[in-house]
């Protein structure tokens, strides 16, 4: 059965750089286009991040410019989205997405807290 699965969520304090890893299994992702998107609380999910089959063509929404890095191991099946300096604003249930497949990981929450 083909899924995603999230991890590296957790509780950090503002300034934080955790990093975010999505495990795809069932299929082989590389032939397709994946993202990162999240979902504040109390509000719609939003797209982070984009990132083409070969890896070389990141596309980033305004904020995350600058603090986020998506990135791919095709090798591996794993995609990834670095963070640096997080603030409470980013708060909130990070997801990876296959577009293609209209697939969605269950999530992993990111709280940013002191």
């Known amino acids: 059965q083909a899924q995603l699965v999230e991890s590296g969520g957790g509780l950090v304090e503002p300034g934080g750089s955790p990093n975010l890893s999505c495990a795809a299994s069932?299929?082989?992702?590389?032939?397709?286009?994946m993202s990162w998107h999240r979902q504040p609380p109390g509000t719609a999910r939003e797209l982070v991040a984009s990132?083409?089959?070969?890896?070389?063509?990141?596309n980033y929404v305004d904020y995350a410019k600058g603090r986020f890095t998506i990135a791919r191991d095709n090798t591996k099946n794993i995609l990834y989205l670095r963070t640096d300096d997080l603030k409470p604003e980013d708060t909130g249930v990070y997801y990876c997405?296959?577009?293609?497949?209209?697939?969605w990981g269950q999530g992993t929450q990111v709280t940013v807290s002191s």
């Open positions: 997405r296959c577009p293609f497949k209209a697939m």
């Open positions: 069932g299929f082989l992702f590389g032939p397709f286009t």
């Open positions: 990132i083409n089959p070969d890896g070389d063509q990141p």
